[in-house]
């Protein structure tokens, strides 16, 4: 039979044991609340593109690719604010740099469309993939071509992305420059090799149509000048200089009218 004061020992010991486990599950369980609240604080940071404290929970170990019910991540929304410092840090500790959201958009687009070129080169510099296509068509290039980042196609083109990829409608990073009259983009676009002048939309419109819509003489010149065809109709029986007249662009509608009549390139 054990000695009495034994019994004091093992009981006493017991207690310990068991205050001990009871003190680690809480321990656990307050840093599982803890991370479960970083983890809410960053989501909430990417909805409201809130660089500022996504920097601030990078200490706080949350997941770096966890991502808002959009699929947007930190690095996406540093891309797009034209964080460089917070974009590097993410990358630093493992940020996956091609992460797509829930439309296929890449945070290399979300460079594109907020035009910062140091940005664009950085993740194009940590394997960024430049010719990856969203669910919409689009591509890197498109939205810079459609914002007018000039810069930022240039560097596009020279990593080889399409520049006569199609979205969804049909349209292609040209027909978007002209319709935005960026000139400068168009000018990029045209000195690209294999570029297509004469591709069509889904109304079965090209760059030059547009062109003559928006009555831009300027962009329509540069087109004519590198063999876009005038003579192609849209799905409604329309010439550029068709819509241009009816648009009461009647200076460049008479422009596009002398162009038909000219022997076309190459024929």
């Known amino acids: 039979m054990p000695a009495p004061g034994s019994r004091k020992v093992t009981s006493a010991s017991t207690a310990a044991r068991l205050l001990a486990l009871v003190l680690a599950a809480a ?13 809410a604080a960053w989501r ?34 540093a ?13 630093d500790v493992g940020a996956r740099v091609d992460a797509t959201n829930a439309r296929g958009g890449t945070a290399l687009m979300y460079a594109a469309q907020g035009g910062n070129v140091r940005l664009l080169k950085l993740l194009l510099a940590r394997g960024a993939e ?7 068509g689009w591509t890197a290039l498109t939205i810079a071509a459609a ?26 990073a040209l027909m978007r420059a ?10 990029a676009l045209l000195e690209a090799e294999g570029i297509a002048l004469d591709t069509r939309n889904e109304h079965g419109m090209t760059a030059l ?5 928006a009555g831009d003489r300027a962009i329509a010149t540069r087109l004519l000048r590198h063999c876009a065809d005038p003579t192609i109709e849209d ?27 000219i022997k076309r390139c190459g024929a």
């Open 130 to 136: 430049a010719g990856t296509i969203a669910d919409n």
């Open 44 to 77: 909430e940071a990417i909805t409201h593109r809130d660089a500022a404290a996504l920097a601030r929970l990078l200490d706080e170990g949350v997941d770096v690719d966890l991502a808002n019910d959009a699929g947007v991540t930190a690095l996406m929304v």
């Open 209 to 213: 149509h547009l062109a003559a819509v």
């Open 79 to 91: 891309a797009g604010r034209g964080d460089l410092a917070l974009a590097r840090r993410l990358l």
């Open 235 to 261: 799905e409604a029986g329309r010439t550029p200089a068709a819509l241009a007249e009816e648009a009461g662009h009647l200076r460049l509608a008479r422009r596009l009218r002398e162009a038909d009549e």
């Open 27 to 39: 321990a656990l369980v307050a840093h599982l609340a803890a991370r479960a609240d970083a983890a």
């Open 178 to 187: 002209t319709q935005n009259a960026e000139a400068e983009v168009v000018d």
């Open 147 to 172: 914002k007018g980042h000039v810069r930022m196609v240039r560097i596009l083109l020279e990593r080889g992305v399409d520049p006569n990829a199609r979205d969804i409608y049909g349209w292609t």
